[in-house]
């Protein structure tokens, strides 16, 4: 595309996509998994996690709710709010739900996590609230149309098909048809939908943008999903540990993101995030439970250790070594419930950045 387009043209183009509903899925729900559509989300002193399951399940119903006939533009505005309201209040925990809560349900997790970390990436940007709000929504939104693909590939190991890798290089612009069908009209969320694989060095799709031309929500959003696409599991793999995919994702800087949106991340997700499981320098193993000081330097929860369990800076004998895949994990390791003892010793420790 040429790269002399300004950002009104990009309007203009994405202005001229149909609305279109032919590739919406419908997520299948058993009765007892199914939720009333109507949107009762915890109160913003409610727990992090549970109130993450509660988009999660919402984002479902959402869906359904489209398949009904209903618009859907105020419902995922509210689970933005909803998404924003956690990250509020515990941004440690609401990291750590990319590891808490991945594997099966694929789809929806990557959609949630995603907007976990474009709220912070924003926020860290200085970004206002109406700015990051769009994002949010593009982000819960940004695969609308590649769901039920994206469970497929999910369990698949190689390359897809070459009639799959077409529908994986047209769904930004087919979700942007579904959202228009289903109400959206905002011109930076369906802009951010669009945009979402683009790359810094204009090797992305649809328009093979480059450097500038590129906004920065796109930018965001696409980083997050590689980032969160390489630390969740597959039917077929483990998540890559944390460090790896920051690694990747700031050697890629220049090519994939640039390069002060591979810096921005680093400090604001840190080396080792909370929610990964790190052996330290004397051998032992610990769960970051929180963002320090510096970006190698989390509070920790030792394991199997004698004395009384605290959380500690990773540093000297306590310094990390490296992330643990989540296949080199310990037999019997139940995260959720190591997750819950660690916030409970938090109370009246200030972290984080």
């Not at 982000?139 to 390359?159: D, K, R, V, W, Y």
């Not at 905002?186 to 669009?194: S, Y």
Request: proline letters at 6%.
């Amino acid at each position: 595309m040429d790269q002399g387009h300004s950002r009104p043209r990009l309007h203009g183009l994405i202005g001229r996509i149909a609305p279109d509903l032919s590739a919406l899925w419908c997520p299948q729900l058993s009765a007892a998994g199914a939720m009333s559509t109507s949107f009762r989300f915890q109160d913003p002193g409610g727990p992090v996690l549970e109130q993450l399951d509660a988009v999660h399940a919402n984002l479902r119903a959402t869906l359904l709710s489209a398949h009904a006939g209903q618009h859907i533009d105020d419902r995922v505005e509210m689970l933005a709010d909803a998404v924003e309201d956690a990250v509020k209040l515990n941004a440690d925990t609401a990291l750590a739900y990319l590891f808490i809560r991945n594997g099966e349900g694929y789809p929806l997790l990557h959609a949630i996590h995603c907007a976990v970390v474009v709220c912070l990436g924003a926020q860290a940007a200085g970004l206002g609230t109406d700015e990051r709000h769009p994002l949010l929504c593009a982000a819960l939104t940004q695969n609308i149309s590649m769901c039920a693909l994206q469970a497929e590939l999910f369990h698949l190991h190689g390359p897809p098909a070459s009639l799959d890798r077409l529908l994986i290089r047209r769904h930004p612009l087919t979700s942007v048809g579904i959202l228009k069908a289903l109400g959206v009209t905002d011109p930076d969320w369906l802009e951010a939908v669009a945009l979402h694989h683009e790359r810094f060095d204009g090797s992305g799709y649809p328009f093979s943008l480059r450097g500038a031309a590129l906004p920065f929500g796109a930018r965001l959003i696409g980083a997050a999903d590689i980032y969160c696409a390489a630390v969740s599991p597959r039917g077929y793999r483990h998540g890559r540990p944390a460090h790896e995919a920051m690694r990747n994702l700031f050697m890629g800087a220049g090519r994939v993101v640039d390069d002060a949106l591979a810096r921005l991340l680093v400090k604001t997700l840190g080396i080792y995030p909370p929610g990964s499981l790190i052996e330290l320098r004397n051998r032992e193993l610990a769960l970051v439970v929180a963002r320090g000081d510096r970006v190698d330097r989390p509070w920790i929860k030792r394991l199997k250790v004698s004395e009384a369990p605290q959380l500690v800076p990773a540093e000297g004998e306590h310094c990390a070594v490296r992330v643990l895949s989540t296949g080199q994990w310990p037999e019997g390791l139940r995260l959720e419930r190591t997750w819950r003892e660690a916030e409970a010793l938090q109370q009246g420790l200030t972290v984080g950045p």
